[in-house]
């Protein structure tokens, strides 16, 4: 995991809603866009051609600016590069999106990077910010807009992997193409996988020399998703050793030499009155990001469930995703009348039943083991120092 050398902070709305940005550049080249209407249908070129004297362009040419956190951007969000200066902040370079929720993409609605800081890998540093949301989000790819005189970001977009999708021809005049500033829309993919074959996948114990590759998967897997950062690699270091640990139905799924997932059990109890029942839990299930949507996770859940029921144990009670873990047969705790530890119920606090009937028999509370909320910040910080772990960031699908 290749770390930034740029501090990028989150830019709260309530501070930099209405920023502006001061978009300037200078071209020496500019796309030309050659539309023609032929009797089969339309001929579009786009042939790059160099300009007589350059062009340049700046923010006090437009009416409306560019600024952070606009109206209609309702769900933006903002990471920047920021310097006091004279004991206030200043904006160095920043970069802003937004989903569109219908067709699941990611916009990057702004990009900037102050003169200074430009062709040092700022650019490139916050253009990672997107990526990484998009694959935390699932989001299906980034579009965005330039223009097709702005010759320098097209060739930084093409780097980072942008396409051209499309272009409109009269989105700031009607005079565009022969202003030579015709808005461009770029698109960049994720790279998607099919689902995993069964028989490339290996799912079995996890061995001693397993254990650094198993926390460091981990930590790939929920780095940043639910927290700036992520605990769950110190849980799993941790877990070994706890006496509610039950290593005979964890497993690790391998491909190749490389560890791509891995799913562990603990014992866990519903308590009922002066009644108390052993049922299982299990967590953290994590897949590489890489490896994630092949199908890794099912067969995980697959072969353990399966292993637990012949072993005799009745249900399992999880806290997990409420959109993932109903597709393979759990339901939230409210069917069996089992709450929290302090009573509560909520969609993400799931549950299946292993012998029909066990948990709606008995309800009850759950607790787990100790171990879960065991896991000071000290502790993780100094845990997460053996690891090449990326920067922390704040991103707007995080629990808090």
Known sequence: MQKNCFPIVHLPKEQWEGAVIPMRYTTEEYYDVKVEREERGYRVEFPKYRLDMPISHYPEEHDFPDKLYQPHWEKAYAWGIVEEKDGRPELLACIET?????????????L???????????????MAIAKEQAVLEHRRAIILETQS?????????????????????????????ERKEVRLDM?????????????????????????????????????????????????????R?????????????????EIVGAIFYSKALLKKDDKVK?????????VAPKWQGCGIGGMLLDETLKAAKEAG??????????????????????HFGITTADGKNFD?????????????????????????????????????????????????EQWD
Request: one cysteine or more; glycine letters at 8%.
């Open 187 to 239: 698109g960049y993919f994720p790279e998607g996988r099919k689902k995993t074959a069964k028989g490339t996948v290996v799912i079995r114990k996890e061995e001693e020399p397993d254990f650094y590759r198993t926390e460091e998967m981990t930590l790939r897997a929920f780095w940043n998703k639910h927290h700036p950062g992520c605990n769950e690699h110190l849980l799993v270091h941790k877990l």
């Open 278 to 286: 052993e049922i299982l839990t299990f967590g953290p299930l994590c």
């Open 112 to 126: 900037w990077v102050h003169e200074k800081l430009r062709r040092q890998g700022a650019a490139h540093a916050l």
């Open 241 to 257: 050793d706890s006496r509610d640990y039950l290593p005979e139905l964890s497993r690790v799924a391998v491909v190749g030499d």
């Open 98 to 110: 937004c989903p569109e929720e219908w067709s699941n993409r990611l916009m990057v609605t702004e």
């Open 313 to 334: 144990y009745e249900g399992v009670v999880i806290f997990g995703e409420p959109d993932y873990y109903p597709l393979h047969g759990f339901v939230t705790c409210d």
């Open 149 to 177: 005189c702005n010759a320098g970001a097209i060739s930084f977009y093409q780097k980072e992997g942008f396409e051209l999708i499309g272009f409109d021809s009269c989105c700031y005049s009607n005079h565009d193409p």
């Open 348 to 396: 993400a606090f799931l549950g299946m039943e292993l012998v029909e009937g066990a948990l709606k028999a008995f309800g009850g509370r759950f607790y787990e083991s100790d171990v879960f909320e065991n896991l000071s910040e000290e502790e993780n910080e100094r845990f997460t120092e053996l690891f090449d772990a990326p920067p922390k960031q704040k991103f707007p």
